[in-house]
Structures are given as C-alpha cells and as structure tokens.
Nanobody, 126 residues
Framework: QVQLVESGGGLVQAGGSLRLSCAASGRTFSSYVMGWFRQAPGKEREFVAGISWSRGSTYYANSVKGRFTISRDNAKNTVYLQMNSLKPEDTAVYYC???????????????????WGQGTQVTVSS
C-alpha cells in the first residue's frame, strides 16, 4: 500500500519561500510519476508540478513556472516542492500524488494519479 505524507506547509508573507516535502512509502517508486496539486477554498484542485521518478523530468503549471521547483531524493523516497516568490494566490491546501506508469509521462489531471496524501496548508499573507 502506497502512503504519501506531506509536510512543510505554513504561513508566510508574500515574497517568501516554503519547501514542501512528500515522504513516500510502500513501494519501489522508480516506475512512478509524482505530482503536486493544490486546492484553494471554493476552487477545484489544480495541477502544480510533476516529476518522473526514474528520469527526473519535470513539468510545471504556467502559474508557478520560474517560482516553484520540484525535485526528488531517491535515497529518502521523498519529493520536494520548493516554492519561492510566493503570492497570496498561492494560498491553498497542497497535495502530493503518485501513480505507477509504464512510461514516465507526467499528467496534469487528478484522475491520472491513484495515490494521494492528506494535504498540507500553505497560507501566503499580503
């Protein structure tokens, strides 16, 4: 059973930085694609960034490109989301997601991911 546990959320001022972590367990993740999604109050969950575990290839939503960086640590089975230059509109619950793929293609839809973490709150004050 795959388990994903997010951490690192909190309250930060606009322009500040946070690093989210997603600790993955229960499988060997070399054939997995990992994603970060977020959901703001009253809005649908949206894709933020994704990474293929095997190749390390990444993909970002336009809204975070150049500000956020997704990475993984194979030894720790952990995926990170480094968030810089945060804006109030980045305020949301951030979720880590995972899916096993025959090909390391990063998808941007919720239904493309089978496993989800519980989420961590990020609040950016203006």
């Amino acid at each position: 059973q795959v388990q994903l546990v997010e951490s690192g959320g909190g309250l930060v001022q606009a322009g500040g930085s946070l690093r989210l972590s997603c600790a993955a367990s229960g499988r060997t993740f070399s054939s997995y694609v990992m994603g970060w999604f977020r959901q703001a109050p009253g809005k649908e969950r949206e894709f933020v960034a994704g990474i293929s575990w095997s190749r390390g290839s990444t993909y970002y939503a336009n809204s975070v490109k150049g500000r956020f960086t997704i990475s993984r640590d194979n030894a720790k089975n952990t995926v990170y989301l480094q968030m810089n230059s945060l804006k109030p509109e980045d305020t949301a619950v951030y979720y880590c997601a995972a899916d096993m793929r025959a090909l390391p293609v990063i998808t941007t839809t919720e239904k493309g991911y089978h496993y989800w973490g519980q989420g961590t709150q990020v609040t950016v004050s203006s």
